[in-house]
């Protein structure tokens, strides 16, 4: 098995996905690349574009009780949902971790079992705010790149205590950043501008943000989520 963190390095690749055949659905222009290119295990790339199918929503996050976590993840995904024309996407927090699609912990990811990302991503890396920082791990398997087998573990790792006040900004931040992972940014934007940049420092979705998440859900995905 080899997970796959989102990192900071990339590689651009142009955005070529198809708009989305709802024609009265907005034509979104302003984005940046969204898709995970990964390594293939027969050479070569994949370039992976996901979204969560309407079967799985409301999407289930099991979140850690310890820092409000729970509540800061809420924020997160009301944040999100709140970016959406057509309610593309929902989420909810649930209690039980056996049934969660994502799985929010605090602290730092293991050491990856399997086989880094290449050349592209280190093995630890997300957003690296002043007091805390994150990371999303993906389950996609060598030969396998079509499924992404759940849980999505998302890492959030204080500095501090999570007491100070710039920790507490910084825990709401990058909750922000990594649950816009979870719901399918896979990638970083080049812009210090939108909350998907690699260390981020604004607050909120942008305009860009917003549009690129709209796209995403707009566009055929070539990986679909596997249950447990
Ligand atoms: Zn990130």
Redesign the pocket.
């Known amino acids: 098995m080899r997970r796959l963190t989102?990192?900071?390095a990339t590689i651009l690749a142009a955005v070529t996905a198809a708009a989305c055949s709802d024609i009265s659905s907005p034509i979104r222009s302003n984005v940046y690349d969204w898709r995970l290119v990964a390594p293939k295990q027969t050479g070569g790339f994949d370039t992976l574009s996901f979204q969560w199918p309407a079967s799985n929503q409301p999407v289930r996050y099991w979140v850690a009780d310890t820092l409000d976590m729970p509540a800061r993840v809420q924020r997160a995904l009301d944040v999100w949902q709140g970016v959406f024309l057509y309610r593309e996407f929902r989420g909810t927090v649930v209690a039980d971790s056996s049934t969660a699609d994502v799985i929010v912990r605090i602290g730092s990811p293991p050491a990856s079992p399997g086989v880094p990302l290449g050349a592209f991503a280190p093995a630890f890396?997300?957003?690296f705010a002043p007091d805390c920082r994150?990371?999303?791990d993906l389950d996609i398997r060598p030969g396998d790149e079509g499924h992404l087998f759940l849980p999505v573990r998302v890492y959030i790792e204080p500095k501090f205590d999570g007491t100070t006040a710039g920790e507490s900004d910084c825990l709401d931040l990058t909750s922000i950043?990594?649950i816009?992972?979870t719901i399918g940014i896979w990638n970083?934007s080049p812009d210090p501008s939108d909350i998907?940049y690699?260390d981020?420092i604004v607050s909120a979705p942008s305009e860009r943000d917003r549009e690129t998440i709209e796209r995403i859900y707009h566009v055929t995905p070539n990986v679909v989520p596997v249950a447990r």
Do not use: D, K
């Open positions: 989102i990192g900071l890396a997300a957003a994150g990371a999303t950043h990594e816009g992972h970083h998907m690699g981020p």
